[in-house]
Protein backbone atom coordinates (compact mmCIF):
# COMPACT_ATOMS: atom_id res chain seq x y z
CA UNK A 1 0.00 0.00 0.00
CA UNK A 2 1.10 3.36 -0.87
CA UNK A 3 -0.10 6.09 2.15
CA UNK A 4 0.29 9.21 1.32
CA UNK A 5 -0.36 12.82 3.53
CA UNK A 6 -1.28 15.40 1.14
CA UNK A 7 -3.28 18.92 1.24
CA UNK A 8 -4.35 20.55 5.03
CA UNK A 9 -3.18 17.36 6.88
CA UNK A 10 -5.49 14.79 4.63
CA UNK A 11 -4.72 11.62 4.18
CA UNK A 12 -4.20 9.19 0.41
CA UNK A 13 -4.30 5.97 -0.76
CA UNK A 14 -2.09 6.02 -3.86
CA UNK A 15 -3.23 4.22 -6.99
CA UNK A 16 -1.18 4.96 -10.46
CA UNK A 17 -1.58 8.82 -11.36
CA UNK A 18 -4.58 9.16 -8.70
CA UNK A 19 -4.71 9.27 -5.15
CA UNK A 20 -7.93 8.41 -2.89
CA UNK A 21 -9.08 10.91 0.03
CA UNK A 22 -9.05 8.72 2.99
CA UNK A 23 -8.71 10.95 5.37
CA UNK A 24 -11.74 9.48 7.37
CA UNK A 25 -9.60 6.56 7.93
CA UNK A 26 -7.35 8.89 10.49
CA UNK A 27 -11.24 8.11 12.43
CA UNK A 28 -9.48 4.89 13.94
CA UNK A 29 -6.66 6.65 15.78
CA UNK A 30 -6.74 7.50 19.68
CA UNK A 31 -7.53 11.09 20.72
CA UNK A 32 -4.76 12.03 22.58
CA UNK A 33 -4.80 14.62 25.59
CA UNK A 34 -1.17 16.62 26.99
CA UNK A 35 1.92 14.94 27.28
CA UNK A 36 1.61 13.66 23.80
CA UNK A 37 2.87 10.38 22.85
CA UNK A 38 6.79 10.38 21.44
CA UNK A 39 6.14 8.19 18.37
CA UNK A 40 4.14 9.19 15.51
CA UNK A 41 0.54 8.13 15.82
CA UNK A 42 -0.19 7.03 12.34
CA UNK A 43 2.82 5.09 11.67
CA UNK A 44 2.35 3.55 15.69
CA UNK A 45 -1.13 2.32 14.60
CA UNK A 46 -0.48 2.01 10.83
CA UNK A 47 -2.24 -1.85 11.04
CA UNK A 48 -5.31 -0.35 12.44
CA UNK A 49 -5.46 2.65 10.07
CA UNK A 50 -5.09 0.50 7.05
CA UNK A 51 -7.67 -2.03 7.27
CA UNK A 52 -9.99 1.14 7.50
CA UNK A 53 -8.37 2.48 4.50
CA UNK A 54 -9.22 -0.62 2.27
CA UNK A 55 -12.69 -0.55 3.88
CA UNK A 56 -13.40 3.08 2.57
CA UNK A 57 -11.06 2.99 -0.24
CA UNK A 58 -13.21 1.88 -2.68
CA UNK A 59 -15.94 4.49 -1.84
CA UNK A 60 -13.34 7.13 -1.36
CA UNK A 61 -13.81 10.29 -3.58
CA UNK A 62 -10.68 10.56 -6.18
CA UNK A 63 -8.03 13.35 -7.36
CA UNK A 64 -5.03 13.51 -10.07
CA UNK A 65 -2.09 13.05 -8.03
CA UNK A 66 -0.87 15.93 -10.03
CA UNK A 67 -2.97 18.35 -8.23
CA UNK A 68 -2.13 17.86 -4.70
CA UNK A 69 0.77 19.04 -2.47
CA UNK A 70 2.57 16.22 -1.28
CA UNK A 71 3.39 16.16 2.63
CA UNK A 72 6.13 14.62 4.86
CA UNK A 73 3.88 11.29 4.69
CA UNK A 74 5.07 10.61 8.59
CA UNK A 75 3.97 13.97 10.53
CA UNK A 76 5.44 13.34 13.96
CA UNK A 77 8.55 11.62 13.88
CA UNK A 78 10.25 11.24 17.19
CA UNK A 79 13.52 11.81 15.95
CA UNK A 80 15.38 11.53 12.55
CA UNK A 81 18.45 9.24 12.52
CA UNK A 82 20.87 9.50 8.92
CA UNK A 83 23.61 7.75 8.40
CA UNK A 84 27.23 9.09 6.99
CA UNK A 85 29.19 7.83 4.56
CA UNK A 86 27.47 4.56 3.73
CA UNK A 87 28.48 4.42 0.03
CA UNK A 88 32.13 3.97 -0.85
CA UNK A 89 32.25 5.84 -3.57
CA UNK A 90 30.26 9.00 -1.63
CA UNK A 91 33.60 8.25 1.15
CA UNK A 92 35.85 8.84 -1.48
CA UNK A 93 34.34 11.68 -2.83
CA UNK A 94 34.36 13.04 0.16
CA UNK A 95 37.81 12.33 1.00
CA UNK A 96 39.17 14.01 -2.30
CA UNK A 97 37.61 17.27 -2.51
CA UNK A 98 37.66 20.09 -0.09
CA UNK A 99 34.30 21.88 -0.87
CA UNK A 100 32.42 18.25 0.16
CA UNK A 101 34.78 17.41 3.76
CA UNK A 102 35.51 21.19 4.41
CA UNK A 103 38.15 19.96 6.37
CA UNK A 104 36.17 18.56 8.51
CA UNK A 105 37.91 15.75 10.21
CA UNK A 106 34.75 13.75 10.95
CA UNK A 107 34.10 13.68 7.01
CA UNK A 108 37.25 10.91 6.15
CA UNK A 109 36.40 8.17 8.63
CA UNK A 110 33.89 5.20 7.98
CA UNK A 111 30.20 4.80 9.27
CA UNK A 112 31.76 1.98 11.69
CA UNK A 113 33.95 4.69 12.95
CA UNK A 114 30.93 7.54 12.67
CA UNK A 115 27.97 5.58 13.45
CA UNK A 116 24.71 7.46 13.26
CA UNK A 117 23.83 11.35 13.69
CA UNK A 118 20.51 13.06 14.67
CA UNK A 119 18.51 15.92 12.41
CA UNK A 120 16.01 18.04 13.92
CA UNK A 121 12.49 16.40 13.45
CA UNK A 122 11.76 20.41 12.62
CA UNK A 123 14.00 20.27 9.13
CA UNK A 124 11.27 17.54 8.07
CA UNK A 125 8.85 18.44 5.16
CA UNK A 126 6.92 16.47 1.64
CA UNK A 127 7.52 17.24 -1.63
CA UNK A 128 4.94 19.71 -2.20
CA UNK A 129 6.63 22.00 0.20
CA UNK A 130 9.83 22.59 -1.32
CA UNK A 131 13.50 23.29 0.01
CA UNK A 132 14.20 26.55 1.06
CA UNK A 133 17.72 27.56 0.78
CA UNK A 134 18.85 29.13 3.93
CA UNK A 135 22.30 30.08 3.71
CA UNK A 136 22.89 31.15 0.19
CA UNK A 137 26.41 31.92 0.84
CA UNK A 138 27.52 28.44 1.19
CA UNK A 139 27.74 25.61 -0.65
CA UNK A 140 24.52 23.55 0.30
CA UNK A 141 24.16 20.03 -1.76
CA UNK A 142 21.30 17.63 -2.66
CA UNK A 143 21.70 14.07 -1.58
CA UNK A 144 19.39 11.38 -2.42
CA UNK A 145 19.00 8.52 0.26
CA UNK A 146 16.27 5.39 0.77
CA UNK A 147 14.52 6.23 4.08
CA UNK A 148 13.00 4.14 6.09
CA UNK A 149 10.26 4.15 8.87
CA UNK A 150 10.03 2.27 12.01
CA UNK A 151 6.90 0.79 12.56
CA UNK A 152 7.25 -0.72 16.06
CA UNK A 153 9.51 -0.48 19.34
CA UNK A 154 12.93 -1.44 18.88
CA UNK A 155 15.77 -1.73 21.26
CA UNK A 156 18.64 -3.89 21.14
CA UNK A 157 17.40 -5.44 17.92
CA UNK A 158 19.27 -7.98 15.67
CA UNK A 159 20.15 -7.59 12.13
CA UNK A 160 17.93 -11.22 11.59
CA UNK A 161 14.90 -9.71 12.95
CA UNK A 162 15.51 -5.96 12.00
CA UNK A 163 13.26 -6.09 8.86
CA UNK A 164 10.32 -6.80 10.95
CA UNK A 165 10.55 -3.70 12.50
CA UNK A 166 10.59 -1.53 9.29
CA UNK A 167 6.81 -0.32 8.59
CA UNK A 168 7.90 1.19 5.22
CA UNK A 169 10.24 3.22 2.78
CA UNK A 170 10.14 6.48 0.93
CA UNK A 171 12.38 8.77 -0.75
CA UNK A 172 14.57 11.15 1.47
CA UNK A 173 16.62 14.13 0.65
CA UNK A 174 19.24 15.22 3.00
CA UNK A 175 19.94 18.37 2.06
CA UNK A 176 23.30 19.77 3.22
CA UNK A 177 25.30 23.00 3.66
CA UNK A 178 28.96 22.26 3.65
CA UNK A 179 31.30 23.09 6.55
CA UNK A 180 33.24 22.80 9.23
CA UNK A 181 30.08 22.49 11.89
CA UNK A 182 28.59 19.81 12.93
CA UNK A 183 26.46 17.50 10.69
CA UNK A 184 23.34 18.33 12.71
CA UNK A 185 23.57 21.68 12.35
CA UNK A 186 24.25 21.88 8.87
CA UNK A 187 21.71 19.20 8.40
CA UNK A 188 18.91 20.87 9.74
CA UNK A 189 16.96 23.87 8.32
CA UNK A 190 13.78 24.03 7.88
CA UNK A 191 13.14 22.37 4.80
CA UNK A 192 15.98 20.02 4.78
CA UNK A 193 14.52 16.49 5.17
CA UNK A 194 12.60 15.76 2.80
CA UNK A 195 10.43 12.48 3.12
CA UNK A 196 8.03 11.18 0.31
CA UNK A 197 6.27 10.95 -1.75
CA UNK A 198 4.49 8.76 -0.54
CA UNK A 199 5.07 5.57 2.52
CA UNK A 200 5.74 2.02 0.80
CA UNK A 201 4.81 0.19 3.46
CA UNK A 202 7.24 -2.80 3.89
CA UNK A 203 5.44 -6.05 2.55
CA UNK A 204 5.82 -4.57 -1.26
CA UNK A 205 9.91 -3.82 -0.56
CA UNK A 206 11.20 -7.49 0.12
CA UNK A 207 14.58 -6.60 -0.20
CA UNK A 208 15.45 -3.33 0.56
CA UNK A 209 19.14 -4.12 -0.47
CA UNK A 210 18.70 -4.05 -4.44
CA UNK A 211 17.04 -1.02 -5.08
CA UNK A 212 17.83 1.32 -7.65
CA UNK A 213 18.17 5.35 -6.86
CA UNK A 214 18.53 8.32 -8.76
CA UNK A 215 18.13 11.70 -8.63
CA UNK A 216 18.23 14.84 -11.45
CA UNK A 217 18.62 18.64 -11.15
CA UNK A 218 16.79 20.47 -14.11
CA UNK A 219 16.86 17.81 -16.04
CA UNK A 220 20.56 16.22 -15.90
CA UNK A 221 21.44 13.27 -13.87
CA UNK A 222 23.43 13.75 -10.26
CA UNK A 223 23.32 10.58 -8.79
CA UNK A 224 22.53 7.10 -9.97
CA UNK A 225 23.17 3.73 -7.52
CA UNK A 226 21.76 0.87 -6.29
CA UNK A 227 21.28 0.64 -2.40
CA UNK A 228 23.41 -2.47 -3.25
CA UNK A 229 26.39 -0.71 -2.56
CA UNK A 230 25.03 0.14 1.04
CA UNK A 231 27.99 -0.26 3.28
CA UNK A 232 25.51 -0.55 6.76
CA UNK A 233 22.00 -1.96 4.77
CA UNK A 234 18.57 -1.47 6.49
CA UNK A 235 18.92 -4.41 8.83
CA UNK A 236 22.46 -2.77 10.33
CA UNK A 237 21.41 0.46 10.61
CA UNK A 238 18.34 -1.06 12.42
CA UNK A 239 20.76 -2.93 14.86
CA UNK A 240 23.31 -0.03 15.31
CA UNK A 241 20.88 2.60 16.17
CA UNK A 242 18.70 0.53 18.43
CA UNK A 243 21.93 -0.26 20.42
CA UNK A 244 22.33 3.06 21.11
CA UNK A 245 18.40 3.94 22.09
CA UNK A 246 15.13 3.07 21.39
CA UNK A 247 13.67 3.44 18.36
CA UNK A 248 9.70 4.27 18.20
CA UNK A 249 7.07 4.18 15.75
CA UNK A 250 7.71 6.79 12.85
CA UNK A 251 11.54 7.32 13.57
CA UNK A 252 12.80 7.90 10.29
CA UNK A 253 16.24 6.68 9.17
CA UNK A 254 17.96 7.88 6.08
CA UNK A 255 20.48 5.56 4.97
CA UNK A 256 23.20 7.76 3.26
CA UNK A 257 23.87 9.04 -0.23
CA UNK A 258 26.04 7.49 -3.52
CA UNK A 259 28.68 9.63 -4.71
CA UNK A 260 27.59 12.32 -6.73
CA UNK A 261 26.73 15.13 -4.73
CA UNK A 262 26.45 18.91 -6.15
CA UNK A 263 25.36 21.86 -5.30
CA UNK A 264 21.50 23.01 -5.79
CA UNK A 265 20.38 26.58 -4.92
CA UNK A 266 16.93 28.65 -5.45
CA UNK A 267 15.23 28.01 -9.06
CA UNK A 268 16.28 24.39 -9.17
CA UNK A 269 13.95 21.58 -9.61
CA UNK A 270 14.62 18.25 -8.30
CA UNK A 271 12.65 14.77 -9.62
CA UNK A 272 14.34 11.97 -7.50
CA UNK A 273 13.27 8.31 -7.59
CA UNK A 274 13.60 4.71 -6.36
CA UNK A 275 12.37 1.66 -7.53
CA UNK A 276 9.52 0.40 -5.85
CA UNK A 277 9.04 3.51 -4.36
CA UNK A 278 8.20 5.76 -6.99
CA UNK A 279 9.26 9.33 -8.16
CA UNK A 280 9.17 13.16 -6.40
CA UNK A 281 10.01 16.41 -7.92
CA UNK A 282 11.34 18.89 -5.15
CA UNK A 283 11.64 22.80 -6.33
CA UNK A 284 14.03 24.78 -4.50
CA UNK A 285 13.70 28.34 -3.74
MN1 LIG B 1 23.21 12.03 3.93
Given at each position: M ?6 EG???L ?7 D????L ?11 G???L ?5 L ?5 E???P????LPL?E????S ?10 A?VNY ?7 K ?9 P??T ?14 S????G ?5 R ?9 VE?AF??G ?11 LG ?7 GL????R?S????LR???D ?15 PD???L????SVN ?10 YL????A ?17 V??GT ?7 G ?7 T ?6 M?V??R
Amino acid sequence: MRVCRFGEGRLGLVEGQSVRDVTAALDVLPSYRYPLPGHDPLVAHLALVRARIEAIGPQAPVLPLSEVTLLSPVANPGKIIAAPVNYQKHLDEVKSDSQIHAGNPAHTITIQQAGVFLKATSSLVGPGEGIVVRKPDRRTDHEVELAFVIGRTASNVSRSEALGYVAGYAIGLDVTIRGSEDRSLRKSPDSYTVLGPWLVTADEVPDPGSLDLEISVNGERRQQSNTKYLILGVAELVELASSFYTLHPGDVVLTGTPEGVSPIGPGDRIVATIARIGTMEVEVR
